[in-house]
């Protein structure tokens, strides 16, 4: 007889400011969370419970103050390397019927839960932290951006980036205007108005690694009433740019029980073609090529035709889509990493994700290649 004993850990994994590990206690497989946020901690007990009425989720056995924070036990689910997760399923070289089969099944939950949850609310009453927090006197847009400058693109456009305001953006062969500080001075205007929201209940953050595969939601402390257009921005920003694409690049210990994630990287990484300014006109050219995965590509394709168009012909039949996704898709591009940290290329694709954005001409079906064939090169 194998001698099996009681407590059994696995590796601890660091997700931003958090730990997980893997614990087997007496036989039964458990995901052990720490936070060391007693706020933080709270919304994701409080937002556990508001989810777990409509979605799949892992059961919640326990959770007690330890020192300098809080511990929670729950359910693991099965998975293992390079298993148990939407982003596995989007870490092939091609759209499996596993991937299109698990993206009809997650649409219709989230219409369903949508349909039956959505009321235009007050922004004080909505999930804060990925968007008004953010925005906020003090949060991401003023600790990463306020009273400082840095350059478009090192070696490649080296001009700051206060400077926008004075050139014309040539992107792709399309002409722009961004004025950098107006930018952030809308952002931080619009996320503090009083102005009612669309929301509905929702996990707020759904990415690749936090939802499961057979489906269910992972992490909560964004759980709860979220703005249904930041919800859909979350999601696209993350499946055609954070998960193949800047996460792996900037925070690959956090992929480390996926390691295919790597290889597929160069299949979602943009590729900037022209970089150059002519002085004469004060014109900024920027052209590069959008890269996406046939995976993502089908994702994104199935997210937009299944959920974000229904939602939107119910809610929203007479409003402009890009003009609801546009302040979120930018404080997506803003405020999850800060652009002065990342490379000259990486800071000069995002800077002209921005710009389309951010331009009266924004459409979002063409911005985020909602199409089964590859992008097309401009």
Known sequence: MTFQPPLRLGPVRRFTCNLLCPVDLLGRPLLLKYTGDPAEAR?????????????RVPALHAHLRVPGGHLLAYERLPGGTDQGLLLDLLNTDEARGDLHTYMA???????????????????????????????????????????????????????????LDTYTLNVNG???????????????????????????????????????????????????????????????????????WLVPTYNPTALADHPATFAHVPANTPEIRRAAVDHTTSTIHIDYTPRLSAPRRA????????????????????????NLLRPYLAMRILGVYNLADLTSEDRLVLLARLTEVMSPAFDPTTYFCPLESPCPAP
């Open 43 to 55: 919304e994701e007990i409080r937002g556990h419970a508001r989810l777990a009425r409509h979605y």
């Open 105 to 163: 099944q997650l649409t219709t939950v989230y219409r369903e839960v949508i349909f039956a949850t959505a009321w235009p609310a007050d922004p004080a009453h909505v999930v804060r932290k990925l968007y008004w927090d953010r925005a906020a006197p003090g949060g991401r847009l003023d600790a990463y951006y306020a009273a400082k400058d840095f350059l478009i693109a090192d070696g490649l456009i080296d001009i700051p980036v206060s400077r």
């Open 174 to 244: 399309r002409r722009h205007r961004l004025d950098w500080a107006a930018t952030l001075r809308w952002l931080r205007a619009h996320f503090a108005t009083a102005e009612p929201v669309w929301a509905a209940l929702t996990q707020g953050d759904p990415t690749d690694v936090n939802l499961a595969h057979p489906l269910a939601w992972f992490d909560y402390d964004t759980a709860g009433m979220n703005s249904i257009p930041g919800e859909f921005a979350n999601f696209l920003w993350y499946a055609s740019a954070l998960g193949g």
């Open 299 to 322: 994702a994104v394709t199935t997210y937009w035709n299944q959920l974000v168009q229904p939602v939107a012909d119910r809610l929203w039949p007479v409003e402009d889509l890009a």
